[in-house]
């Protein structure tokens, strides 16, 4: 298998990547994009929309993923799932879908020599949807299963709880699982108003990844998809509304029949489009902090107030949220938050927190656990296509590049624009009856 890892500097990966990446925009504004690996016979086919839970209202919470679950379903070629199926099946392929805030993707992986009647089936499926009532009916079915899993999750509701607090009527924009009601309502229209609007060329990217040469996909793609038409666009007329911003810190604290406390406290953080700097410092500063020799980590769980503890960030075009989930004791729960905000206050107040050495060794291991994440064909594809959708391709190509730029005051800056004294999100999970036992209350969790 060629190694793309291996065959990388440590800096300048831009210019490499640009080399194996090949990009071409049909007239009809669909972009298409391939990465040669010729290692393993297998190619596979992405289609990703720039579609999901941010441009949902209320009314539609949840109809994005709802969508997602028709694709495979029946089509002008293929009356039935069961037929179109089948036909994947015949085509020795793998395929499924997800949708998540900002991107919905399909995707199949075959064999090479299976390349073009699996680009004529998914441009079959994507263009020309037959939405048959039985069908959206038993796919309704699953849908409202996978809220049952989730319902019976105690976890679940505790999320929702403190992602309804953090985000307030943004919430919407940021549930692509959606509200069951509306799920239950669903009509063949619906979906079709969806396609009108978002499943067009100029609002997709193909991506093709694997032991194929870009030269015959671009030609391959054309015949699929070239009489597609274009549409407009679904963001002229009507943008996404901003996300407002959190006016003050709130606390939610849940009771469930748990044995310890969990601790969920989150931020809104950078837009990668707005403040596109900060999202690399994110990352890195995540990383430092998660690393087990770092000062953080010794501080909080090597001393016991902690048993885990973890810091993350998720690049979002409309606002990421900042995470940092922990365990702890429920005896020791108002010692650990104390203990938690002086460490975060350390951070910005100590030019020296960082240590130089561990900031550089993280630094390294992002770099490389980024290039092994895209040695599969079907990771890379899966990569490249949520870049596309959120932040777009370039910000991708000079990920690892701004990655190894990021200094100790980048990381600094970071943590004092977005979360020191910021207003965030308290969530506890406590074990059932340990908040009146202990005289803990959302009032005291907010302060």
Known sequence: MLTLLAALPALGQRAELEKRIRRSTLPNGLEVIVVENPGVPLVTVEAVVRNGSFVQTPEIEGLAHMYEHMIFGANVAFPSAQRFIGRLSQLGADFNGSTSEERVNYYITLPADSLEPGMQALATALRFPLFRPDEL?????????????????????????????????????????????????????QMRAIQRRYYVPNNTAIIVAGAVAA????????????????????????????????????????????????????????????????????????????????RFQRRLVESGLFSTLRVNYYTLAHTGPIT???????????TALRALDEELQRIVDDPAYFDQGLFESVKRQRVAGTMFSLERASGFAHQLGFWWSVTGLDYFLGYVDAM????????????????????????????????????????????
């Open 404 to 447: 190894a730029r990021q200094t100790p005051a980048d990381l600094r800056r970071y943590a004092r624009e977005y979360l020191v004294g910021k207003p965030h999100v308290t969530g506890v999970l406590l074990p059932s009856g340990a908040g009146a036992a202990l005289g803990i209350t959302e009032a005291e969790l907010a302060r």
């Open 137 to 189: 009916a038993r796919e309704k079915q699953v849908v409202l299963g996978e809220y049952d899993r989730n319902e019976a999750d105690p976890f679940f509701g505790f999320q929702q709880r403190v992602g309804h607090a953090l985000w307030g009527e943004a919430w919407t924009q940021k549930n692509p699982l959606g509200r069951r009601e509306v799920i239950e309502r669903v009509t063949p229209e």
């Open 324 to 334: 940092i989930f922990g365990e702890t004791r429920p005896e020791q729960l108002r």
């Open 215 to 294: 030269d015959r996909v671009f030609a391959l793609a054309r015949a699929a998809f070239g009489e597609w038409p274009r549409g407009a666009d679904p963001f002229a007329a009507s943008p996404v509304p901003p996300v407002p911003p959190l006016p003050a810190s709130t606390a939610i604290m849940v009771e469930q029949p748990i044995g310890g406390a969990m601790v969920l406290r989150q931020w809104h953080g950078p837009s990668a489009r707005r403040d596109v700097d900060a999202t690399y410092a994110a990352d890195v500063f995540s990383d430092v902090l998660n690393e087990p020799g770092s």
